[in-house]
C-alpha cells in the first residue's frame, strides 16, 4: 500500500511540475510540506531551505517558462516509515519564455515525508537541467 501511496504522491508532484509549466502554481504549493527544514536543489545547483523560500524559487520558475512537460521514467521508490524517497530520470522539453525550447534528460530524487494522512515532499534535487 505505501508503495502505490508514493508513487501517487511522485505522481502528483510532477503534475504540479507540469501546471507550473503552464502558468497554474496551486499544485505545486499543495504537494510541498510547508515547514522551515525543507530544502531543495535546483537544477542550476542552489541550495533553499524552508519553505519561503522555495516557494520563491518554484514561483520564478514558473515565470520563466512559457510551457513545459517532463515525465519521471524508472522510478525506483524506498520507503521507511513516515519517509520516503524516489529516484528516477526526468525526460522532457520546456520553452523558455526566451530563447529556444529545450530538451530535459536528468536524473533526479524526491524526499516524502507523511503529514497526517498526507505525503507531502520536503526535499528535491535534479541534477543539472539535462
Known amino acids: 500500500m505505501t508503495d ?3 508513487r501517487q504522491a511522485a505522481t502528483h508532484f510532477y503534475s504540479a511540475l507540469n501546471h507550473l509549466y503552464q502558468g497554474n502554481r496551486d499544485p505545486m504549493e499543495e504537494i510541498w510540506s510547508h515547514g522551515p527544514d525543507i530544502t531543495c536543489l535546483n537544477g542550476s545547483g542552489n541550495r533553499l531551505v524552508g519553505w519561503d523560500e522555495i516557494k520563491e ?3 520564478t520558475s514558473g515565470d520563466k517558462v512559457r510551457t513545459g512537460q517532463i515525465e519521471p521514467k524508472n522510478l525506483l521508490i524506498r520507503v521507511a516509515g513516515d519517509i520516503a524517497y524516489t ?3 526526468e525526460e522532457g522539453r ?3 519564455m526566451r530563447g529556444k ?3 530535459i ?3 533526479a530524487t524526491a524526499i516524502f515525508r507523511r ?3 498526507a ?3 520536503v526535499h528535491y534535487h535534479a541534477d543539472g537541467k539535462g
Open 4 to 6: 502505490t501511496e508514493i
Open 57 to 59: 524559487f518554484w514561483h
Open 87 to 89: 529516484v528516477c530520470r
Open 94 to 96: 520546456y520553452s523558455p
Open 101 to 103: 525550447a529545450q530538451k
Open 105 to 107: 534528460c536528468r536524473p
Open 115 to 117: 503529514e497526517g494522512w
Open 119 to 121: 505525503w507531502k515532499v
